[in-house]
């Protein structure tokens, strides 16, 4: 049964700080990873996928990367600014699940920027 | 604007008085599902849907029925909901690789 880590569950960062959440997943054999963001009380929004082929994306300024090997994901946050405060969950699709693209999700990144 | 939209966003109800939580996308998707996110537990699948009168149970569809009589659409029935079932409900859709969710409903059963 596949089993997504995301560590740590809380960080808090000054504004202008580089950052990295990390996702680790237990089964390697998966279609592609998914980073979302959720904001208190909203829905999730995409920011990235990753598809099983793939090392790394990138999109203003995060980027995701891939390490299906090892089970591990992370996400680089550049020059982190208030408007990045938000929980940021990682979800991974398993390459099994035949006509079910079910998703299992991490329990989520609670991030803090301070101005 | 291509979008998954749910009604409502927040609902309050009473244990064994019937509710359905709609979801519609606008992107012709044919993959739609259904996930609860409770405190501690994350997000999980309740039932998934891979085209018009296709449906398929997740991994938490007890008390919980699905209907898909056309491609946009995807409500969630609760015939009679239980306190058990209080949660903040997601609607997602894709076309095989990006996922695409609700807004989410908030449902309250007392």
């Known amino acids: 049964k596949q089993e997504v880590t995301q560590i740590p569950a809380a960080l808090s960062v000054p504004e202008g700080e580089n950052l990295v959440l990390n996702c680790s997943f237990t089964?390697?054999?998966?279609?592609?990873l998914q980073w979302f963001r959720q904001d208190p009380g909203k829905g999730l929004t995409s920011l990235l996928l990753?598809?099983?082929?793939?090392r790394e994306q990138t999109s203003g300024r995060l980027n995701a990367s891939l390490d299906k090997s090892s089970g591990r994901s992370t996400l680089y946050i550049a020059a982190s600014q208030p408007g990045d405060s938000a929980t940021y969950l990682c979800?991974?699709?398993?390459?099994?699940?035949?006509?079910?693209?079910?998703?299992?999700f991490g329990k989520g990144t609670l991030l803090t920027v301070n101005p | 604007e291509a979008q998954v939209t749910q009604n409502p966003r927040y609902l309050i109800t009473v244990t064994g008085k019937k509710l359905t939580v709609t979801c519609s996308q606008n992107?012709?998707?044919?993959?739609m599902s259904w996930y609860r996110q409770d405190p501690g537990l994350g997000l999980r699948q309740i039932y998934y849907?891979?085209?018009?009168?296709?449906?398929d149970k997740g991994d938490v569809p007890e008390g919980y029925k699905v209907s898909r009589k056309e491609k946009r659409n995807f409500p969630l029935i609760l015939e009679s909901p239980s306190p058990n079932q209080t949660s903040l409900y997601f609607c997602?859709?894709?076309?095989?690789?990006?996922?695409?969710f609700g807004p989410g409903t908030r449902l309250t059963v007392l």
């Open positions: 997602a859709s894709s076309f095989g690789g990006e996922q695409f």
């Open positions: 089964d390697s054999a998966i279609y592609n």
């Open positions: 990753i598809q099983s082929s793939q």
């Open positions: 979800a991974v699709r398993p390459r099994s699940g035949g006509s079910n693209y079910k998703l299992t």
């Open positions: 992107m012709n998707h044919e993959y």
């Open positions: 849907s891979m085209n018009v009168e296709v449906t």
